[in-house]
């Protein structure tokens, strides 16, 4: 539980960890190459900490000494049978990705996590991995974890069956990244349709790593049993986790956030293109355009406008729609979310808590099968916030709390570890700035 009392306006600089997804996928894709990868600017989370217990467990020699991570890849046949249960704890990316790993083995696992994740739809995975040959099961008719994982024996001829030009039924970067996995264990082409594009970090790591992965209009190919090479990579900074500052930045007239070395992927910033169109002016610079473009964000805050946000555009910003809600309680007018029903299906249904959260804190909304929609007001209301254990929804409404009138209470401070360990100190020290003093970021150490 942690209480927030709203701050006048906030000015800083402020440096966020390293990004989430890229950092689950550079250690996944570590431990499978071949040679030592390093990794700087690591994601300090709990999910990611979880990915790399996995890939341990699975025989991988992983070291973290002070601001990196060193993976000794295995190759692409190494991995060894683990000796228990892997757990996922809250990461949907840990158990999603290394599934496809795994149903790539010919040896056994079984993959669990925390309540949350357990209640997770885990079929999409499953009915494609079934289809590519591998065994796998799960809870309610194979619908939940835990999930039973075996590959192909090496009797049955070597490596999976490639999909061709299997059409994703949601467009889920998770799902997406498992069947290219499985494809790097399949005999031939695996052929992805994607109807609305989802982040692909999973294409350009694994192209860096030197996989043949080729994505033209909606269709991506990847190639199975390539050579894997160890690469080096420095993290890109969470876009999600800037977005918290940036947000705060927003709502709150006067007040001005930097933040560096931020993630740019085009099919991540969602969020920036959504303040812009609020009225927050956003400025981005310098953009370095390497594996992963990066740059530094700053935002100003004013008046903003209500939105309407696009079922198209939804996957650019899936993790930051809860911040989209926050600012559209002190926008002008009306803000409407749509396609955007994947949100029922995150860490908690986060369509049902930012409306129960935002009708707490005395704005009009209400929610519909696939969104909502939130009425703007003047000021918001302290009050008492059920995070039911996301930490996106604790994060983002400890930032609403930041421009509401007196007290809100946050039932679980903890749960943010899981992305941002650390994000209520820096809350609490943005709070009390007004100059342009550094708020320095969290690394590994
Ligand atoms: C992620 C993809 C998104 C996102 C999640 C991380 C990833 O999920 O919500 O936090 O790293 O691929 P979906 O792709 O399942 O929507």
Redesign the pocket.
Known sequence: MIEITGCSRIRARVGVPGD???S??AAMIGAIAEGETILANFSPGADCLATLDCLRALGVAIECPPGRVSIRGVGLSGLREPADILDCGNS??TM??LAGILAGQSFVSVLTGDASLRNRPMGRIIQPLRRMGATVDGRENGSKAPLFIRGPSPERGCGLLPLRDYTLP????????CLMFAGLYARGTTTLLETTP??D??ERILRLFGAKVRATGGSIGVDGFPRLQARHLEIPGDI?SAAFWLAAAAISPGSEVLVESVGLNRLRSGFLHALRRMGCPVEVSPAKDGWEPSGDVRAVGGTLHGIEITPEEV?SL??EIPLVAVCAAVARGKTIVRGAN?LR??ECDRISAVIENLTEMGVPCGETPDGFWVEGVDRLRGGFIRTHGDH?IAMAFAVAALAAEGETVIDDADCVSV?YPGFFEVLGRLSESDSAGRVPGHGLD
Do not use: M, N
Not at 170 to 177: E, G, T
């Open positions: 989430k997804s890229i689950h996928r949907g990316t999603r990705l949601v467009a889920s970067a998770q799902l997406k990244s989802s982040r970090h999973t999600s996957p899936i993790d994947e299906h995150k996106r992305s």
